[in-house]
Structures are given as C-alpha cells and as structure tokens.
C-alpha cells in the first residue's frame, strides 16, 4: 500500500507490450484509486461509484495514454482525481462527512470497527481543509503517491507538495 | 498523530466490490476483443441521411429499360457491406476531363425538395410530424441524456439513366468486360425519403444520434436484371470481377442495401438487432501508436422502419442501445 506508485507503475506493462496488462493494473492499482477517492471524498460507498468510474474511463481512453508523457500510475490518478472533480460539480455535498463529524473517537475493539471510527473522524477533519490539501493528503495517504509523483499529477513543484502535506498534517494533529 | 496514524484508515477494496470492477473490465475487455476481431473494411456515410444516398447510389444503376414503374418493390431487410477505395473515388472525382459531379447532378432531378429540419418537443411531437411511430432506447450508458430531437421532412428524388455518361464512368474506372443493358438509356428510377426523425443523445464525452424513418419507396422500371446491373456497380465501387459476379447473383437485390465503406478506415460486422439483420460498423482512425476506434454505427430495419444509431460510444454501448429501441 505504502510502495511508490511511481516506481512501480511499468510493472504493469509487458515487455514489448503497446498496452497494460490490465490484471496486474487491477491487482496494483484498484486498492490505491480506491483509498484515495475514500481519503478524497470521505464517503465509501461514493469512493466505490468513483473508482469503478475511474477504471472505466482508463479502460476506454487507454489508447489516448501516452507512456513517454507519464507513468500509468500517474495517468490513472489525474483520471480519478478528475472524475472525483467532475463528481463535486454535478452532485450536491454529501451527509455523510457531516454525519462522520460526530463519530465517536472511541470505536469498538474490533479492527474493523477501529479503522471506521478513525477513518469518519479523519474524514471530518479533512473536509475542513483547503480543497487542494484534501487531494494532496488523499494522493499521498490513500494512493500512496511519492511527493514526486503528487507533483507529477496535479502539477505542483515536488517542495510545494511536501509543503502544503506538512502543514495540512500539522492541522489535522492540531485539530485530533 | 503521524503518517502511521494517516494510513491506519486505509484499507482494501471490499472484495465484492473488487470482483465487481474486474467483471466489468473484463466485460470491456472482452468487448475490445471483438472490435479488433472486426474485418477490416470501410466507413460507411454518417446517418441515416447518407444511408438514403448511399440508396440513391445503389438504385441508380437499376435503371433499366420498361415503361412501368412500381412503387415498393424494393425493401431495406438485409445490409450488405462493399470495401471501396476512398482514394479511388477521390481521385475520380477531381478528374476535370470527367468532372463527374457535374455529370451525375445532370442525371438528377428534385422531385420535391427537403425543407429545414423541424425542432420538436419530444419524440411523441416527432411523431406526429414524421407520421411514424417513434421508437426510442430503453438503456443508454450512463450520463447520456437526450438533448435534441428534429424531424426533416420528405424528399422526392428522380434518377434518368444515360448510357453514354455511365459509359464513361465505366471507361474511367478502367472497367471494359461489361456492357451496358440494351434500352437502359432514358430510364427513371425514383426514390421517396420519408421524413427522418433525429434524436440526439450527448454525456460530457460521448454524443450518439439515433436516427428513424419509414422505408424508403423505390420505384423503378419492371422486369429488369438486377444482378446484372448490381454486377456493375459492385465494380464502380471497385470489386474484383470474380467477386462481384458471385456476389451480384448471390444477393436478392429486392432487399438488401448496399453499405459502401472505404476499406482503410473501418471494421465492421454483421449482427442481429432485435431479430432483424443488422450492420455494425466501427470507424478508426489511424495514429502513431496505430488503429484507434473513432465512432460507431448501427444500421437496422424493423418492419416498415429502418435505423441507424451513430456515436462515439463503444460499439458494443451501441448495439446495447439498438437492441433496447422500443
């Protein structure tokens, strides 16, 4: 979860492949889209609708990819982090960040329960900050992206990103 | 709290969930599979309204000799794709010795000319303008609404034959082992485009336009030899001369549309809409990193209507969609 989305995005390319092989994208990439459009939009069952929208939308624009431009890795994440966009545009905000606002800190014992609980808290939080330091945070916590690779994908300088990350971090804790 | 804390709520994919995009991925997977498995062959004419032209092209060398004409002899049941060479057509259009334009204009008289398509509301409206039924899809990918509906109105078309100018055409296409039918010469072919409703559907990326219209009325001279005359223009359309033989008496020239495609560009597939032969045909275009899919068609008839979906959706998005016009 914690590997470099850059560095290991060529695997899912074959030697003399012209396309990915999608299995190993699925395997590679389905956890890392997912968590970060569930770190982005604070909601799981819309981090789901917006994950299989991403794949889809890869699946059908993979001829426009370009492999000299950018990993896939990197491709695939500028699609969902414009399809999580596309989705504030058109929908109204959620309830359920509201609703998570007033999860208990304390959750159950078990493991499950515990990362729910964390996770509606966390999501609370992260609702408050700036729009920009939400999609860097879900890059780099749920994607898992290097501070390079957020560069890469929403076009800041690697320092701005490691920056904005720092500080956004540094509010949450304030604010836990 | 620290990156440990930030990533202890990250967790896996529900695995039903998981299980749900790879299906749907294979799905699209193998959808992909049989666009590439497409025969290469053709673009086929953009709507519905090409297709009448593409009609008033493959109508135009039936002319034949005999006085009486009947109307609905010819019926739209069967689509039948023929690989043409662009360039070919290209090139034979631009020669100033033909000038070919000119000379099949001359050959063509307005009976009655089509007016501005007609705004409506919605499709019952259109309805009522075009006096058909009109059919509309029940499933459509997501996000794609329907944005647009117009209905153009009837058109009337007279088609005379010439010999000494279809000669020419022959001669510039190099084609000296056919001759001409004996009495063909002054001939009329006529052609009635009902009204054609349009129905446009648009998402953020993709548009589709459905169109429907009631058979065309074809009238043409009685007790002519069709597959003599479809011989011939399976060989204007650049068709090997064996091939054009077999595939001329082959054919039941009563119902089946010739679909010229140029043979570059497309691929293309036969189908079933709804119990009824279709055609399927997906446009590419060609790029650095090879054949990329362009737009998508569909052409069907269905009892006294015939069809044609055309988007730049996934073929098979749109063969979805013809199969759910109710």
Do not use: C
């Amino acid at each position: 979860m914690t590997s470099d989305v850059h560095e290991t995005s060529g695997s899912v390319w074959g030697a003399a492949a012209t396309e990915p092989d999608w299995e190993a994208v699925f395997s590679e990439q389905l956890p890392r889209v997912y968590n970060f459009l569930r770190y982005r939009s604070g909601n799981e069952t819309l981090a789901e609708d917006l994950t299989s929208r991403t794949f889809e939308k890869a699946w059908r624009d993979r001829h426009r990819y370009r492999r000299d431009l950018a990993k896939f890795s990197t491709w695939l994440l500028r699609i969902a982090s414009n399809v999580a966009v596309d989705h504030r545009r058109t929908a109204h905000e959620h309830a359920p960040l509201e609703a998570a606002a007033e999860a208990p800190a304390e959750g159950t014992p078990e493991d499950e329960a515990v990362i729910r609980s964390n996770f509606a808290r966390l999501s609370a939080l992260i609702a408050k900050l700036p729009d920009r330091d939400r999609e860097l945070l879900a890059l780099k916590y749920g994607a898992g992206a290097t501070n390079r690779a957020i560069a890469e994908v929403t076009g800041l300088s690697e320092s701005n990103v490691g920056t904005i990350l720092h500080r956004a971090v540094q509010t949450l804790r304030a604010e836990w | 709290m620290d990156d440990d804390f930030m990533l202890s709520a990250w967790r896996k994919p529900p695995a039903d969930f998981a299980r749900q995009v790879r299906d749907r991925l294979h799905r699209l997977d193998s959808e992909a599979a049989s666009v590439h498995g497409f025969k290469p062959i053709s673009r086929l004419a953009a709507s519905l309204a090409a297709l009448v032209l593409v009609l008033g092209a493959f109508t135009f060398p039936q002319v034949q000799a005999g006085a009486r004409a009947f109307l609905d002899l010819f019926r739209i049941v069967n689509f039948a794709p023929v690989l043409v060479q662009s360039e070919r057509f290209s090139a034979l259009m631009e020669r100033q010795d033909l000038d070919l334009p000119r000379m099949l204009g001359e050959q063509v008289e307005v009976l009655k000319a089509p007016r501005a398509p007609q705004t409506v509301a919605d499709a019952a409206a259109a309805g009522i303008a075009a006096g058909i039924q009109v059919r509309i899809p029940t499933w459509r990918p997501v996000g794609l609404e329907p944005q647009l509906i117009e209905v153009s109105a009837d058109q009337t078309l007279r088609f005379t034959a010439s010999t000494a100018k279809l000669k020419r055409v022959l001669d510039a296409f190099g084609i000296d082992d056919l001759s001409l039918p004996d009495g063909i010469d002054g001939q009329s072919a006529t052609v009635h485009v009902p009204a054609i409703v349009r129905i446009n559907y648009r998402s953020q990326d993709h548009d589709v336009m459905l169109l429907q219209a009631r058979q065309p009325q074809v009238s043409f001279p009685a007790g002519i030899d069709l597959a003599s005359l479809a011989e011939i223009g399976l060989r204007v359309l650049g068709m090997k001369p064996g091939e054009a033989h077999r595939f001329a008496q082959n054919v039941d020239w009563r119902t089946t549309l010739i679909v010229p495609v140029p043979a570059d560009v497309s691929m293309f597939r036969q189908v079933d809409v709804q119990g009824n032969p279709g055609l399927l045909i997906q446009t590419v275009r060609r790029s650095s990193r090879g054949v990329l899919p362009k737009e998508s068609r569909v052409l069907w008839s269905s009892g006294d209507s015939v069809f044609a979906l055309v988007g730049n959706v996934w073929p098979t998005e749109l063969f979805e969609m013809a199969q759910s016009v109710r």
